[in-house]
């Protein structure tokens, strides 16, 4: 899978290498999971696109979109089923401020957030108890096999459930 990683706005740094690197080991992961994840053949589609956005645009998507007229951090968006999983749109600035109450580098965010997004274009929800539950569930999951393979002595340690 080709994945796609742009800045669409001046400032700010971005971590596209590492955005990158670690989104490939987390599909990796994913596709040997195969028996766990719903809808895995969407994983053989040929692309994802993770574009980092400021807040203006986000509040605008996030307006039109989702009618909060409000940043967010993340907003996913699935793809056509031909060739690509969908689109992540991550707001920088946003995501600093979900770190600031929790012990979570920006950079474990991102994974989280990564994470969760992939999730939901795979079709993952958590509208309600039950698909919450199963959605952090599969979550979860995934990230601990991702910390078992990075850091095995710490695998049981690794869960970012916010």
Known sequence: MIIHIEQDYRGQRVYKS??????????????????????????ELSELSIVYIDEAKMKTLNKK??????????LS????????????????EQM????????LSLKLYTQFIICHSVLHLLGYRHDTVKT???????????LKKIAKKLAPKYKNEFDISL
């Open 18 to 43: 590492f955005t990158t690197q670690w989104t490939q080991m987390f599909l990796d992961v994913l596709k040997k999971s195969k028996k766990d994840i719903k809808n895995i053949k969407r994983l």
């Open 65 to 74: 979109y989702r009618g909060f007229s409000k940043s967010t951090d993340v």
């Open 77 to 92: 968006f699935k793809g056509d089923d031909l060739f690509s999983l969908g689109e992540v749109l991550l707001c920088q």
């Open 96 to 103: 600093k401020l979900k770190t600031v109450n929790t012990d």
């Open 132 to 142: 919450e539950d199963e959605m952090l569930s599969m979550q979860n999951l995934m």
